[in-house]
C-alpha cells in the first residue's frame, strides 16, 4: 500500500511541474495549434 501511495504522489507530482513548465514555456496546446484563420 505504501508503494501505491508513493506512487501516486509522484506520477501527480510530475503532472503538476510539467504542466506548470510548459505553461511558463508557452507550449499550450492553444499557443501550438491556433492560427490566424481559426475563429474568435
Same mark, same amino acid.
Given at each position: 500500500?505504501?508503494?501505491?501511495? *508513493?506512487?501516486? !504522489?509522484?506520477?501527480?507530482?510530475?503532472?503538476?511541474? +510539467?504542466? &506548470?513548465?510548459?505553461? *511558463?514555456?508557452? !507550449?499550450?496546446?492553444?499557443?501550438?495549434?491556433?492560427? +490566424?484563420? &481559426?475563429?474568435?
Amino acid at each position: 500500500m505504501k508503494a501505491f501511495i *508513493a506512487g501516486t !504522489l509522484a506520477a501527480v507530482l510530475i503532472a503538476v511541474v +510539467a504542466a &506548470v513548465t510548459l505553461d *511558463a514555456l508557452g !507550449l499550450t496546446s492553444q499557443s501550438m495549434y491556433s492560427t +490566424a484563420n &481559426v475563429r474568435q
